[in-house]
């Protein structure tokens, strides 16, 4: 039997490497005086070193708590403030801006920034080192013996949710039970097909949720776990011909952005190998995946859920050709309801805020924040955030409750603009979003990134929107940028964009 291996980008390390750096790590930890319960902190691009710190502290019944590195410096000192991890593991060129910011009392290691990442992020060398006196992760953690203690309870990785207002919030969930250990391991098998033997692709970042637990997973059970340390559609394509990947966790970004390699490109890799596509995070237009599946095959399902509840829900390529638009049926025992704003329980068909449980994940509360646990469940469910309805035993999604836009009392759901949008010949990426207006409360704006060379004006944009949606739903304000600001999944981080207009109106959405 062949070595399991992992790699990052093009470069390879045996799967053993990692985890006796783990549980050498893990030792290292106990003396360090970090319990169960407590926290441990990555700043860390995609790399060996975040399994390793992430199992370190899995092994001794601490959290992991993956930042956002995205993020500005005083997000992620709220962040540490508020999780008050004992120890934090950080990339040399992420560490470097808050260095002077940390928290007192948290231990601090630094891992070199490896060759891999300076290339794709063009980190200067000077930045990608340890400076002298740091303490370095992995000449730190091989110092001491593997741990050789019994294995804690399963604690799952703490998430810290974006949010739609406010601070980020960490989920915490409980130390599981045997019986939501099981499940989750039987969820896993028939929601990601993670079986023994898979040759794996992350193309996301490991902070995100479905991204961290599909790489855990693929961790302890691939023959080949290959991570990119920032998603490049062409690469993409290059590493599964490479590795002949058969199983990969994607978002609807990266099909398009795939999809708009010129025919060529796409032509020249040999992606036959795929088998299962999973991919999470936002609902696909229906013309990317009807396309990716003509050029893949039908490989590809849809996931929803969220990182308080798991994964609600699976569309199996079948499943979602017969009922386009769908994302899916409900996972084995999981629970979906409906309600109006006024917290009314709504019928099959009907549509409203979901609200879910899952029964192979763990209760959680928010860390510090029990109040605002409360808040979001009802009957023993829990919020989602989005808008959607049942029909024929289906879950099928309207858009976000936050980014909803009341145009005129007429609730504007942007998704539905968006993937229309994304459609349009010369465009890139788009973000719908709402903004004030005296008339009507509300009203639409659309930002635009273009292909390259595109010449596109927004009346055209106009035009081709009017072709297909209602009149009403197109935006009265387009306007083009040369970058949409995004993080390395392709997501948009439509806050950056929408804030700026409801800074001066005297209210906020």
Known sequence: MSTPMIYLDGRGMPRDEVLRVAQQAAAG????????GDTVALLLRNDFAFFEVQQAAAAVGAYGVPLNW????????????????????????LLDPIRALVPAGIRVFVVPTPPEIQAHYDVPAGLAQP?????????????????????????????????????????RREPATPEESRAYVELFASVYGMKPGVRALVSGPLYHASPNAYGRHALMTAEVLVLQSKFDPEETLALIEKHRIDNAVMVPT?????????????????????SWVTHTGAPCPREVKKDLMDWWGPVVYETYG?????????????????????VGMPTPGTRLAFYDEQGHRLAEGETGEIYARVPAYADFTYLNH??????????????????GYMKEGRLYLCDRRSDMVIFGGTNIYPAE???????????????????????????????????????????????????RIARYKVPRRIDFHASLPREDSGKIFKRRLRDPFWQNAGRKI
């Open 370 to 387: 029990e109040e605002k646990r409360r808040s979001v469940e009802r009957d023993g469910l829990i919020s989602l955030g989005d808008v």
């Open 131 to 171: 400076r002298p006196g740091d303490a370095v992760w992995r000449d730190w953690a091989q110092r001491f013996e593997p741990l050789q203690a019994p294995p804690r309870r399963s604690r799952a990785t703490m998430i810290y949710t974006s949010g739609t207002t406010g601070h980020p919030k960490g989920v």
């Open 70 to 93: 995205h993020g500005r410096s005083d997000e992620l000192i709220y962040v540490l403030e508020d999780a008050k991890p004992k120890v934090l593991v950080a990339h040399a060129d």
């Open 306 to 326: 969220g990182t308080e509840v798991g994964t609600a829900t699976l569309a199996t390529p079948q499943d979602w050709l017969e009922h386009p638009g769908c």
């Open 417 to 467: 603009i968006e993937m229309v949008l994304t459609q349009c010949p010369g465009v890139k990426d788009c973000a719908v979003f709402g903004i004030p207006d005296e008339d009507f409360g509300e009203s639409l704006a659309a930002a635009v990134e273009l292909m390259p060379g595109a010449q596109l004006g927004a009346e055209e944009i106009r035009d081709y929107l009017r072709a």
């Open 254 to 274: 990266m099909f398009v952005r795939m999809l708009k390699l010129p025919a060529e490109v796409r032509k020249r890799y040999d992606v036959s190998s795929l």
């Open 29 to 36: 930890f106990e003396q360090l005086g970090v319990q169960e």
